[in-house]
């Protein structure tokens, strides 16, 4: 079995597959800041529907996004440490592609756009294309770009237009009007391309897309806070007593 997980939108999703693509349980649940909390207790659910249990799982999917730094991190991590207490391979996905197989999957055709919260009033985004394909093994859609981040307003007009996947429609409907597919990834269909890509020995790393840095950074050094400043450094050299200490005015502007 393929056990897929997502947490890059909205959503925490978690799937298990057989290894030919038959969904044996998925669990869905709508909530941005329940990551953490949620994701865990997902997949032993998914593993009882499925009346299986961790040494069922021969394959782990992950999706990397793009996505907010700490959900997107929380799902990819727990699909790491998963598969490295299995000793089983790890498949990274981007989110995007997920979404697309579903649109595609439901009867799509021809070009679409994926947009997701980036947050910060902005979206990520990607374009597709459907292919035409005999062969199942095969994915039946190409990206043609992305994902990229920025202003929902201000992606081209050509991009606009086309039908939309992602809860972008939903966050700027004035911007992203026409809605399709999808609003969060499926872990379904995240594993469904996992599949098809493994079964045709594509890499698949699982390095996260985060595409800008974190909200969150570390401090810089702390600048020290008896620094000559560069007049009194040039009074210094001319005399090593032109500032004592015990002046309070010494090395003051005039």
Same mark, same amino acid.
């Given at each position: 079995?393929?056990?897929?997980?997502?947490?890059?939108?909205?959503?925490?999703?978690?799937?298990?597959?057989?290894?030919?693509?038959?969904?044996?349980?998925?669990?869905?649940?709508?909530?941005?800041?329940?990551?953490?909390?949620?994701?865990?207790?997902?997949?032993?659910?998914?593993?009882?529907?499925?009346?299986? +249990?961790?040494?069922?799982?021969?394959?782990?999917?992950?999706? +990397?996004?793009?996505?907010?730094?700490?959900?997107?991190?929380?799902?990819?991590?727990?699909?790491?440490?998963?598969?490295?207490?299995?000793?089983?391979?790890?498949?990274?996905?981007?989110?995007?592609?997920?979404?697309?197989?579903?649109?595609?999957?439901?009867?799509?055709?021809?070009?679409?756009?994926?947009?997701?919260?980036?947050?910060?009033?902005?979206?990520?985004?990607?374009?597709?294309? +459907?292919?035409?394909?005999?062969?199942?093994?095969?994915?039946?859609?190409?990206?043609?770009?992305?994902?990229?981040?920025?202003?929902?307003?201000?992606?081209?007009?050509?991009?606009?237009?086309?039908?939309?996947?992602?809860?972008?429609?939903?966050?700027?409907?004035?911007?992203?009007?026409?809605?399709?597919?999808?609003?969060?990834?499926?872990?379904?269909?995240?594993?469904?391309?996992?599949?098809?890509?493994?079964?045709?020995?594509?890499?698949?790393? +699982?390095?996260?897309?985060?595409?800008?840095?974190?909200?969150?950074?570390?401090?810089?050094?702390?600048?020290?806070?008896?620094?000559?400043?560069?007049?009194?450094?040039?009074?210094?050299?001319?005399?090593?007593?032109?500032?004592?200490?015990?002046?309070?005015?010494?090395?003051?502007?005039?």
């Amino acid at each position: 079995m393929l056990l897929a997980l997502d947490t890059s939108t909205s959503a925490v999703t978690v799937a298990l597959l057989s290894l030919d693509g038959g969904l044996l349980a998925e669990q869905h649940v709508v909530d941005a800041r329940g990551t953490t909390e949620l994701l865990a207790p997902l997949v032993a659910r998914v593993l009882d529907d499925a009346g299986s +249990t961790p040494a069922d799982v021969e394959l782990v999917a992950v999706g +990397t996004g793009p996505g907010p730094f700490t959900g997107l991190r929380v799902g990819i991590v727990t699909g790491l440490t998963f598969a490295h207490a299995r000793r089983i391979p790890v498949l990274g996905v981007p989110s995007h592609d997920a979404l697309a197989h579903a649109w595609v999957l439901a009867g799509g055709q021809g070009s679409l756009l994926v947009a997701t919260d980036a947050r910060r009033k902005e979206v990520y985004t990607s374009v597709y294309e +459907t292919v035409a394909s005999g062969d199942e093994t095969h994915l039946p859609w190409r990206r043609l770009s992305g994902p990229t981040v920025g202003k929902a307003a201000e992606l081209p007009e050509a991009e606009r237009a086309l039908p939309i996947a992602g809860r972008g429609t939903v966050l700027y409907p004035d911007a992203l009007p026409h809605a399709a597919g999808s609003l969060d990834v499926s872990a379904a269909a995240l594993g469904g391309v996992a599949l098809v890509r493994h079964r045709l020995g594509e890499e698949q790393p +699982t390095e996260p897309l985060y595409l800008r840095r974190p909200d969150a950074t570390m401090p810089g050094a702390p600048k020290p806070a008896l620094v000559p400043r560069p007049q009194d450094q040039q009074a210094l050299r001319r005399d090593p007593h032109a500032l004592d200490p015990r002046d309070p005015t010494a090395g003051a502007d005039q």
